[in-house]
């Protein structure tokens, strides 16, 4: 089992900027990638940006250019850097880890990300 359990959400203006956090723990060797997504009212779960256990990037056209995902492997924990929010962005993000050699996806609980003048 994986437990995640993500930070850094909020309130900001138009063309501010968040940083999200995600900590994993427990059975962590077994993720091969990590990732967010978010969900909007009334709509569907969509994919921002995953990030491999190697390195490699994968953004939506969505968030290319304004979203950095990156990842500390001391310390277990995947950032979202955010810069020039927009309204559209308002969501709950959530934080997934997947174990691909099992198929097994893990859920963090969510973070409100509220853009608002």
């Known amino acids: 089992q994986v437990q995640l359990v993500e930070s850094g959400g909020g309130l900001v203006q138009p063309g501010g900027s968040l940083r999200l956090s995600c900590a994993a723990s427990g059975t962590i060797g077994s993720i091969t990638s990590m990732g967010w997504y978010r969900q909007a009212p009334g709509k569907k779960r969509e994919l921002c940006a995953t990030?491999?256990?190697?390195?490699?990037?994968n953004y939506a056209d969505s968030v290319k250019g304004r979203f950095t995902i990156s990842r500390d492997g001391v310390k277990d924990t995947v950032y979202l850097q955010m810069n020039s929010l927009k309204f559209d962005d308002t969501a709950v993000y959530y934080c997934?880890?997947?174990?691909?050699?099992?198929?097994?996806?893990?859920w963090g609980q969510g973070t409100q990300v509220t853009v608002s003048s």
């Open positions: 990030i491999t256990t190697s390195g490699r990037t």
């Open positions: 997934n880890a997947y174990a691909g050699y099992i198929t097994m996806n893990y």
